[in-house]
Each structure stands twice: as structure tokens, then as C-alpha cells.
């Protein structure tokens, strides 16, 4: 059974260092990734399947026993993160074939590609807070990789500043696991959730708690720490956009929800008056910033900052239902928001820019790829009974059983302002007519549009409508999944056996 | 000893800090080198530092006693020492690049990503075949 859980990290290594081998053929790198992310993805089911049906799952790396080696734990939040990171990722892969041109596959594109999502799955399958660590810089060096491939200025320009921040956080972390190491002398999680409450010094535990926050919440673009993504992600290829939209900043959050469901899951009574403060400020400033752009993924970029904050408002209410609503919303939110960057991709094929006033009239030219787009930007500003509009009702609802009255009042109006900038993507791109400086740049007919750039995307969509539709599925696992994360005894159980 | 070496792990992170908000990117990047420095000054620290209570098993005694010098926040700076290594080479190449490109190390005049007034620059497109 250990075999299920070490495939989701080895397939992907395995493939990228497989792509190196054969990089200079930019068609055998293509083939060679997309038959990497589809064992891949084939194995995240399995796995996906496996802990669905009969709970959570351990091995210890080495035969070493629990708190001294490294562990490699699944619940049903790993199991579906893995799961939906092998979608986005063969998704990707596809849309690649036709976004990225050769020169840059020569470069090692598929190989940090398949690194990158190595380094994703590793550090949703630890259990082991120095080996997250560890697969944190794993999935970093592959993105800053990723972000300046090509090297044009505005990709220097952004990643000197992503790169800038997220080393910030990845020291923060490490200074937070060291002084937690000195505190407990363990690493090992679920070992620290037994420890943890032990400790007499709640102030160094509270700064340690804090430190975690901060560089957590810089990963994951939250409220004071976020200006490093819109800065960044809309400099490289839409690709790459693409999977860091859908992924990385959700990393942060899922690494948010375990520490502080596991490691701190003792009373942090000021921690959690913080948090709903970072969450309401996360939705609004996104959204507003959002609101002021007029570039097709800028706006897309300062729509994540106002969605985590949504996944924030979860793990910050702290009940059942909030955290299902939360793993909800990241399941739907990894899918749309992928999806939206792709789409923008296709737009940028067609008419040649990104720029709100440059674009126009695709709905009159290709009324499907506005069909394509259409699906996942409401169901990200949450039209029932599209994905997004179950999301936020769990949300909301979870924030009005503890009467969080101005919470709940946040995220409805965040939700009302994102379908303003969803209908100003609608109404300048699509629906407006095109512009006349277009002609002269020789659009691209839809002809033009490989299938392998379309396919992704309109599965991606079909995956919308099937959350949406099967919401309450969807909703069951999600609250087993939120089950899990409130009885840590499980996760313990799991990994140390019986105590 | 102990307390020596947090009031140097204070000192480091303090001139870091001092650094680190310069704007010009080559003191931040002796700002990064000193603070990643002084964390592992920490995390050593975080072991404990006594040469009289090696962490060995005496005989007749099943557990060594506490307190002892761990040796494991050693292999913890050994592996952080090789990551930031790997990374500050890559920071150091990414910043001469964006030096030549966009012609400044000050960060106040890096405004290539996020200009609201010039179009955006075409991405996605390599700029020559030259050496990386």
C-alpha cells in the first residue's frame, strides 16, 4: 500500500528527469511529460480512491518507526489535493503542446514543469514539518525556474520580486521549525500534536504560531503579504500562469490547514481573533485591486489574493462545516481558476493581447471559447448552481451558524464585487466589438487554435458543471475530509499507531 | 555560551533586517547571506551548546540523559546550508540578468512587470539563443 503513496511524488521526479534526457526534441519532451502526468494522474485516483474508501494512510519512509524517520501520511484533504494536482497538471501539460514554443522546451520547460509538480505533491504527502520544508524549496526552485523561462523583462522584473519574498518566507519557516524543534524535539506532526500541548512556554508558542502565519500566509498571498502576486503572475506564459495560479498559493493554504488543525490545534485564542481580521481584508483588498486592473490576468491574479481569503475565512471559523467549505472552495477554485488563465491564453491567440481595450468581440467571432469562459468566471463569482456558488453558501452559511454576522456580510459583498469584474472581462472581451486596431495585427482565425490547447479547457469546464451539479458528493467528502482535520486523533493514530 | 550566541543570532538578524529594506538588490542580497546565516546559528543554538553532555549512552543506562547536546538540528543546517546555497546561486544569476536587462539594481526603477502606462512588453517570446 506505501507503493500508493510514494508513486504521486516518484512518477512526476521520475518524468522530469526523464524529459531532461530527451529536451533538445521538443516533441519527444511533449509526449514524454504528457505520459508522465497522465501515470500521474492515474495514480493520484488510485490513491484518491484508496484513502475514500478506507481513510487515512501511512508509511514510513525507511523502515524507520514514526517520530524518528520521515513519514508520508494521506487523509482525504492530501488525497484530493494530490488528485486535483495531477488534473491541473496533465491540463497543462496539454495546453503546453500548442503555448510553448520549442525553444523553450529546449530550455527545460517540461522537466521543471514535472519538478514543480513533484515538489507540490511531496509537500501535500509529508507528514514530517522539516521534509515539508524540504519540498517547499523543491516546488520553489522549479517555479523560479518556470516564472523566468524566456527571461523577457517584465518575467526579470517580476521574478526578482518573487523570488525576492518567497526566499523571505521559506527563511521565516525554517527559523519557526527550528525554535518548534527546540521547544518539543520533534518534527514528525503528529508526534508535535501529542507534544505541542505539553509545552509551558505559550509565549515562545505563540511567536513560534505567528511565524508560521507569516510565512504561510506570504506563500499563500495572504492580506499584508500578497503584493508579490500581482507583481509576478502575469508575467510569464500563460501556462505557467496557469498552474501557479491554480496551485501554488493553495499550497500555503493547505500548509496553513495542517499546522494549525495538527500541530496547533491546542486554544490559540489570539490567533483566532486574527485570522477572520486577515481573511475579511484578504477578500476586499483582492477584489478591489481586481477591480482597478484592466489586464486580462492581472485581474484573473488579484482574484486569487480575494479567493484565499475565502479559503482563509474557513480555517479561521474554525467549525466542521467552515473547514468542508474551505477544502469545497479549494477544490473548485484550483479548477476555475486554472481554467480562466487558460482561456485567457486562447483570447491572447486570437486578437493578440491581454489589454482590456485592445480586446473585443469574441463572442460575435467564437461563441464558444465565450461559452468556455463563461462557465468558470461565474461559477468563480459563485451563479448557482455552478461550483463556486456552493463554495461560498457553505462558507457563508458555517459564518452564520456561529453568528459571524459581518463575515458572512464580507464575503457576500466580495462575491457581488467579482461578478463585476467577471462581467467587465465579459463585456470588454467578449461582448463589446472589436476594436479596429486588431485587423491590422492579423488576428488569428479559430481554426488557428489547437485542440490540444482546447481540449484542456473545455474538460476543465465540463469538471465545473460536474462539481456543480454533484455538489452534494462533492460536499459529503468534504465534510468527511473537515471530519478528519477536527479529530487529529485519526491523523495521530495513523501515523504512530496506537498509544 | 548560550546566551552569547542568541545576542549574535540578534546582532545578525538586526544588520540583515537593515539590509534587506535597502532598495539597491545587491545589499539585499548581503542582507539574504547574513540572515539565512543567522538562522542556522539558531537552529544550532536550538540544540544546545555544552561540550560536557555529548549525546551518548552511558553504560549500565538505557537512555542518555537529559539535558544533552542534540546533534540532529546539525543535519537540519546541513540540508538548509545546501538548499540556500542552491538558491542564493540562483539569485545571485537572476539578478545579474535582470541588472543587464533592465538596466538598474534599484528597485524603485524596476517597474518593467507592473507598469500602468507603457503597453506590456510581449511575453512568452525568448529573446535570443544566447547563453542563459
Keep these: 500500500m506505501s507503493g500508493l503513496l510514494i508513486l504521486p511524488i516518484l512518477l512526476p521526479l521520475a518524468g522530469g528527469a526523464a524529459v531532461i534526457l530527451v529536451k533538445a526534441d521538443a516533441r519527444r519532451s511533449f509526449y514524454l511529460a504528457l505520459t508522465s502526468a497522465g501515470l500521474h494522474t492515474m495514480a493520484a485516483g488510485l490513491l484518491f480512491w484508496h484513502i475514500h474508501l478506507n481513510g487515512i494512510l501511512a508509511t514510513q519512509i525507511g523502515n524507520w518507526p514514526a517520530p524518528f524517520g520521515i513519514t508520508l501520511v494521506a487523509d482525504r484533504l492530501s488525497a484530493v489535493m494530490v488528485m486535483i494536482t495531477a488534473i491541473i497538471s496533465l491540463a497543462v501539460t496539454s495546453y503546453s503542446k500548442a503555448d510553448i514554443d520549442a525553444s523553450l522546451v529546449r530550455r527545460g520547460y517540461y522537466c521543471l514543469l514535472q519538478i514543480l509538480v513533484c515538489g507540490i505533491c511531496g509537500a501535500f504527502l509529508t507528514g514530517d514539518i522539516f521534509n515539508l520544508y524540504v519540498w517547499f524549496e523543491v516546488m520553489l526552485m522549479a517555479s523560479f525556474g518556470l516564472l523566468i523561462i524566456g527571461q523577457s523583462k517584465t518575467q526579470l522584473d517580476g521574478g526578482v520580486k518573487y523570488v525576492v519574498i518567497n526566499l523571505l518566507a521559506t527563511l521565516l519557516f525554517l527559523t519557526a521549525i527550528g525554535l518548534l524543534y527546540g521547544l518539543t524535539g520533534t518534527l514528525n506532526m503528529a508526534d508535535l500534536h501529542l507534544k505541542v500541548p505539553l509545552i509551558a512556554n505559550r509565549g515562545l508558542l505563540t511567536a513560534i504560531a505567528m511565524l508560521f502565519l507569516a510565512a504561510f500566509g506570504i506563500k499563500g498571498a495572504l492580506f499584508p503579504l500578497f503584493f508579490w502576486l500581482p507583481a509576478a503572475y502575469h508575467t510569464p506564459p500563460v501556462s505557467v500562469s496557469a498552474i501557479f495560479s491554480g496551485l501554488l498559493t493553495k499550497v500555503g493554504i493547505y500548509a496553513l490547514i495542517r499546522v494549525f488543525t495538527l500541530v496547533f490545534s491546542v486554544e490559540m485564542a489570539y490567533f483566532y481573533t486574527l485570522l477572520p481580521v486577515m481573511a475579511a481584508l484578504t477578500m476586499i483588498t483582492g477584489v478591489l485591486g481586481a477591480a482597478a486592473q484592466n489586464e486580462f490576468r492581472r485581474i484573473l491574479s488579484f482574484h486569487i489574493i480575494s479567493q484565499v481569503g475565502y479559503m482563509l475565512m474557513g480555517l479561521a471559523l474554525q467549525t466542521r462545516l467552515a473547514l468542508a467549505g474551505t477544502i469545497f472552495y479549494l477544490v473548485h477554485h484550483i479548477i476555475v481558476k486554472a481554467n480562466l488563465f487558460l482561456v485567457s491564453g486562447v483570447v491572447k491567440r486570437l486578437q493578440g493581447s491581454f489589454e482590456l481595450a485592445q480586446l473585443g468581440g469574441i463572442y460575435r467571432s467564437n461563441g464558444w471559447i465565450a461559452f468556455l469562459f463563461f462557465i468558470p468566471a461565474f461559477s468563480l463569482a459563485g451563479f448557482p448552481p455552478l461550483s463556486g456558488f456552493w463554495a461560498k453558501m457553505i462558507l457563508i452559511r458555517a459564518s452564520l451558524d456561529i453568528h459571524a454576522y459581518w463575515l458572512a456580510f464580507v464575503a457576500a459583498v466580495v462575491g457581488l464585487l467579482t461578478v463585476y469584474s467577471m462581467t467587465k472581462i465579459w463585456a470588454e472581451v467578449f461582448w463589446k466589438p472589436a476594436p479596429v486596431i486588431n485587423h491590422a495585427a492579423e488576428p488569428m482565425t479559430a481554426r488557428n487554435i489547437s485542440a490540444w490547447m482546447l481540449a484542456p479547457i473545455a474538460a476543465l469546464t465540463m469538471l465545473t458543471i460536474i462539481i456543480g451539479l454533484g455538489a452534494e458528493v462533492v460536499f459529503r467528502f468534504a465534510f468527511q475530509a473537515a471530519e478528519e482535520l477536527s479529530h487529529p486523533e485519526y491523523y495521530v493514530h495513523a501515523v504512530l499507531g496506537k498509544r | ?132
Excluded: H, W
Design chain 2, 1 to 132: 555560551m548560550q546566551t552569547l550566541c542568541a545576542i549574535l543570532v540578534g546582532v545578525m538578524v538586526a544588520a540583515s533586517v537593515y539590509l534587506i529594506l535597502d532598495r539597491n538588490l545587491i545589499r539585499f542580497i548581503f542582507g539574504l547571506v547574513l540572515v539565512g546565516n543567522a538562522i542556522n546559528l539558531l537552529i544550532f543554538a536550538v540544540g544546545g551548546l555544552d561540550s560536557q553532555r555529548p549525546p551518548i549512552i552511558p553504560n549500565n543506562t538505557a537512555a542518555v540523559q537529559e539535558p544533552f547536546a542534540n546533534a540532529l538540528p546539525q543535519a537540519l543546517i546541513l540540508t538548509a546550508i545546501v538548499i540556500g546555497f542552491a538558491l542564493l546561486s540562483f539569485i545571485f544569476v537572476l539578478f545579474y540578468r535582470a541588472y543587464q536587462d533592465l538596466g538598474t539594481v534599484d528597485t524603485e526603477f524596476m517597474r518593467a512587470a507592473e507598469s500602468d502606462t507603457n503597453p506590456q512588453l510581449p511575453v512568452s517570446r525568448p529573446k535570443s539563443e544566447g547563453p542563459a
